[in-house]
C-alpha cells in the first residue's frame, strides 16, 4: 500500500491531521498534551525559516463515489481526496540532518508509510544539501521507534543521560549518507 503515498514539504492546511497522528503517537501518550504545543510551534518554525530545518508530509490519494445531486446523472461521481498519514520534521545541524520527528497516524503503522518518509528524507539529504549524516533519537522507553530506525540501516551512535529538551534519557542514532562517510560513522559508534 505505501507505493501509492506522495511526500511533499507541509502545507499549514496539513495541522488537523498532523495533530491527530501525534495525539495518537508514542511521544505524546508518554508526555502529553505539551508535545502538540511544542511540535506545533517547531513546525511553524521551520515553515518561517526553511534554511534552518525542514517539514514533509506523506499523504494518499483516495477516489470517492459522490452521489449527483441531480436525477438526470445516473452514473456516479468521483472525488479525490488526500489523506494525510504522516509527517516528518528535519533540522540541519553542523554536517547533518537530524530526525526531530516522523510521526505516522495509528490506523496508517504497519503499511510502509514510515519507511517511505525515511526514504525521503534520505533522497532529500542526498541531493539537496552539503550534508552527509542523519541523525535520529528516541527516548528510551520508546521501544518501537528503535525497532524503527535499526531497520531503516541507523545504527546507535551515543547515549545523552539527560537530554534538557525533554529532561530524560535519549539514544542516537546515525545513518551515512554518502558511503564515504562510513569511517567517519565509526568514530561516532567508538566515542
Known sequence: MSDKVTIRDYQTEDWPSVKLALLESDIYSVYGPTVLKSEKSR???????????R???????????????????????????ETVVGYAVIDFFGR???ILS?????????LGYGKRL???IKT?????????ILRGSADEQLVSVHSFLL???????????HDLSWD??????VFPLREEEEDEQELLISA
Open 43 to 53: 513546525i511553524d518554525f521551520y515553515l518561517q525559516v526553511p534554511e534552518k530545518g
Open 168 to 173: 530524560h534519557s535519549t539514544i542516537h542514532y
Open 102 to 110: 516522523l510521526i505516522v497516524g495509528k490506523q496508517y503503522r504497519g
Open 55 to 81: 517539514v514533509f508530509t506523506a499523504y494518499i490519494t483516495e477516489k470517492i463515489s459522490v452521489e449527483s445531486e441531480s436525477d438526470s446523472d445516473d452514473e456516479p461521481k468521483e472525488e479525490v481526496r
Open 96 to 98: 547533518g540532518i537530524f
Open 124 to 132: 532529500f539529504g542526498k541531493k539537496n544539501t552539503q550534508y552527509t
Open 151 to 161: 531497520k531503516q540501516g541507523f545504527r546507535a551512535c551515543g547515549f545523552v543521560e
Open 118 to 120: 525515511m526514504e525521503h
